[in-house]
């Protein structure tokens, strides 16, 4: 990860489509590259880090078993927790978000996501599964805790030839520039941290990983108290 | 530094023949393993604590008292005694006459255990798990040291004007390992009482638990105990030796095949890279466990699991000789090189002994006539101070 100074925003693209080139990874860059624009046009430097889940897919299954993400995924999961805005897409095979993408969210640290804007996208062989984003990514991304935009993007294969495509683009684009630049989830996840829980040894940005509360009731009883 | 092996006493059928020793063989087995590891120049052998088939240590000071008559040298222990569900008292009272038949040869590793079911099976609430272990040793460290406890806590029914018995071996109790792989709050405790903080070391990352062990160094010298180099640390590990490291692999892998703990979507060869686990040939142990002196600093216990997943009692045997013969004397003479003068040394009686009473005599404690409870008058021993009543019960 290159040094970044503190006034640039960091936009993570969560791109769960295997194929090169990739429907779910070419929205991904679509939104990414609006946001850019829209932040730029705000004076807000930003660049975009893209996590291709496909390469990770075998630490994936193996951090799902051991319950310890290694290797290249810890380091994808870092770069994730330092994201002030994340466009999350995935396709659909068989009526639902991948097995690959929910995967990848199993694995992550509950509190990773916190106030963290997220666009969710999703592609998909058929309009008839426009509504996964709403019926699936949404309640999953509510239980992460983080800020989902109001628009989200769906693309069925007859969509990439729609304008109306390019307009959905630019909302989520537009609503996610906002996000990112109202700093809305620095004041949340800093002034509102110790109201989450979190793990020990968390890799949550803001969290000092290996933190312990010493004034817990638990920590009082370790050391010799009632 | 101590050297030595723990088991988790798995009864499991061995993949190569599909049978599966009897619940008879594998005990007596395990007593030859231990009496082997003594054989070998092993410093330590340490059993688990289980109450379900397949594992046959539902009663860790029996098996570990037999083996206290049987050899000279060893240090027994525990890996680990479940603090959560057992009762303080009753571990105070087991363990100190285990540490009495062990002539002070007995330590213990304290630990919540990984088997959910256990605690209905004793009458806990397994979401008060980490609560249960840091009271019940609250309430144990206490026993062992004061000869009257009057107390009381959220778990178990109060106590008032009560001797755990037999006193501790020379009045000092068997030196406390505390396990854990990922909880704060048992590193602090250990560092609280200055007692041992051990981390199994299996199945993650390599280096995976330093951040737990460098927590406990820093609590062990806030509480002032000493430097951080001088907490007392333990460390596990798993071992599969031969002349060859090929062989090695190649011996272990219908083991590690059918072993339900390890992750299979990852090969033994990534195992052995990526964790702890050291399979190969003697200089390839040396090194793995050079290289977690390394990243933990000096240590003062390295237990590695050599009998598990159906490796039959014959291997265990073999194994044990290349580890005494030929990792260990070199570990000894390279961990010695590379190690700290101010780090601790591992703990053992005769150390506590010392520390304790310098050249004095222990204290022997010989029990007056009964007289029906501790409640009135001094305490039940004869060296009390018959001016100095016992502790009373404050009754509010």
């Known amino acids: 990860m290159t040094e970044l100074d503190s006034e640039t925003r960091r936009l993570v693209i969560v791109n769960a489509g295997t194929s090169d080139p990739s429907s779910s990874r070419m929205l991904a860059d679509r939104i990414a590259g609006k946001t850019i624009d829209r932040l730029n046009a705000d004076g807000i430097h930003a660049i975009v880090q893209t996590i291709d889940l496909g390469p990770l897919a075998g ?24 994201a002030d805005g994340v466009i999350a897409t995935t396709p659909v095979y068989k009526g639902g978000m991948s097995g690959l993408f929910k995967s990848f969210v199993d ?20 309009a008839r599964h426009a ?20 628009t989200s993007v769906f ?23 906002a996000l990112v630049g109202s700093g809305i989830a620095a004041k949340i996840s800093t002034e509102g941290w110790k109201n989450y829980q979190h793990g020990w040894g968390g890799v949550a940005a803001g969290q000092d990983a290996y933190a312990v509360d010493l004034g817990s009731d638990l920590m009082r009883i370790a050391a010799g108290g009632r | ?12 059928a061995d993949p190569t023949s599909g049978s599966t020793p009897s619940e008879a063989e594998r005990i007596e087995g395990t007593v030859l393993i231990a009496r082997k590891a003594e054989e070998v120049g092993l410093d330590v052998f340490a059993i688990g604590e289980h109450h379900n088939p397949p594992f046959f240590s539902s009663s860790p000071t029996a098996l570990l008292s037999h083996i206290a008559a049987l050899t000279e040298r060893l240090i027994l222990s525990t890996s680990v005694t479940l603090v959560t569900t057992n009762d303080p008292v009753r571990l ?22 990984n088997t959910v079911p256990v605690y209905p099976w004793f009458g806990k609430d397994i979401r ?65 009482y200055g007692n041992g903080f051990f981390a199994n070391n299996l199945f993650a990352p390599i280096g995976h638990f330093k951040p737990l062990v460098e927590f406990y160094r820093q609590r062990f010298e806030h509480y002032g105990h000493g430097t951080q180099e001088q907490a007392i640390v333990g460390l596990g590990g798993q071992a599969f030796i031969a002349k060859r490291s090929q062989d090695a692999f190649d011996g272990l892998r219908p083991y590690f095949a059918k072993a339900p703990v390890y992750d299979h979507s990852l090969t033994l060869e990534q195992w052995a890279e990526r964790s702890p686990l050291a399979v190969g040939s003697p200089q390839q142990v040396i090194d793995k466990t050079l290289e977690q002196q390394e990243i933990f600093g000096d ?74 409870d501790n409640v009135t008058g001094t305490s039940p021993y004869q060296d009390s101070d018959p001016s100095q009543p016992a502790r009373h019960p404050v009754f509010q």
Do not use: C
């Open chain 1, 155 to 177: 693309a069925a294969p007859e969509d990439w030839g729609d304008p109306a495509l390019g307009k959905r683009i630019d909302r989520a684009a537009l609503e996610l520039s």
């Open chain 2, 128 to 192: 008060q798990g980490l609560h249960l272990a840091l009271e019940n040793y609250n309430l144990l460290h206490r026993l062992w040291r004061e000869d009257v406890v009057d107390w009381e806590g959220q778990f178990r029914t109060a106590l008032q004007g009560f001797t755990s018995t037999p006193r501790p071996l020379d009045d000092v109790p068997p030196f406390i390992w505390h396990g854990s792989i990922r909880t704060p709050e048992i590193a602090e405790q250990a560092a609280y």
């Open chain 1, 59 to 82: 630490e994936v299954g193996h951090a799902i078993v051991s319950g310890t993400p290694e290797g290249a995924l810890a380091e994808a999961i870092l770069s994730l927790a330092g």
């Open chain 1, 131 to 150: 509504l996964v984003i709403d019926d699936q990514l949404r309640p999953l991304f509510a239980f992460m805790r983080s800020l989902p935009t109001p």
């Open chain 2, 1 to 12: 530094m101590q050297f030595g092996i723990f088991s988790v006493s798995d009864i499991t």
């Open chain 2, 299 to 372: 240590y003062q216990r390295q237990l590695w699991i050599m009998d598990h997943s159906g490796l039959p009692t014959k291997t265990v045997l073999e194994q044990l000789d290349l580890l005494g013969e030929e990792v260990v004397p070199v570990l000894r003479t390279e961990m010695a090189a590379r190690r700290s003068p101010g780090a601790a040394e591992a703990p053992t009686h005769g150390s506590l002994v010392r520390a304790k009473y310098g050249d004095g005599e222990p204290r022997q404690p010989r029990p007056n006539a009964n007289r029906g």
């Open chain 1, 107 to 126: 694995v992550l640290d509950n509190d990773l996501l916190i106030a963290t804007p997220v666009v969710l996208a999703a592609t998909a062989g058929s």
């Open chain 2, 92 to 113: 105070a009272e087991e363990y100190a006459m285990a540490q009495h038949l062990a002539k002070g040869r007995l330590d213990l590793t304290l630990g919540r255990g």
